[in-house]
């Protein structure tokens, strides 16, 4: 991967996504996610999405992306992300059959909504 992780800016967020475009690039990014463990599958995902975003990150996207009338406050959508899909990819590999799609996008949601609270709020970006 030409990138580090935690992703910690959208710029690099963008530079990760472009280098994705590989196959050979997705399953090295899975096979680096394998490692990371769970009991649960709402666990592996805060774990996951953890070593690969910052909360800063994490603070500018939700799940399908939303529109604001004020531009710094939009929100970039997640769930169709190559980044995304790795995730999945990875956890799939892991649970198997037992992987249920509804509950990955519910986990991820969850994670992203509070990811601004995180680290004791600094992602809100000026916020009190």
């Known amino acids: 991967m030409g990138w580090r992780c935690p992703i910690r800016s959208l710029e690099e967020f963008d530079h990760a996504e472009a280098s994705l ?48 009338k004020e531009e710094q406050k939009q929100k970039r959508a997640f769930k169709h992300t190559k980044i995304c899909k790795c995730i999945y990819d990875a956890l ?22 509070y990811a601004p609270d995180q680290d004791g709020g600094t992602g809100r970006g000026g916020a009190s």
């Open 21 to 68: 475009q590989t196959p050979e690039a997705c399953k090295a990014m899975v096979t680096r996610l394998l490692v990371v463990g769970g009991t649960s599958l709402e666990s592996r995902v805060r774990r996951v999405l953890s070593l690969v975003l910052t909360n800063e990150v994490a603070s500018a996207l939700n799940w399908a992306g939303k529109k604001m």
């Open 92 to 113: 799939t590999q892991q649970l198997g059959a037992s992987m249920d799609d509804y509950a990955f996008g519910q986990a991820v949601q969850k994670w992203l909504r």
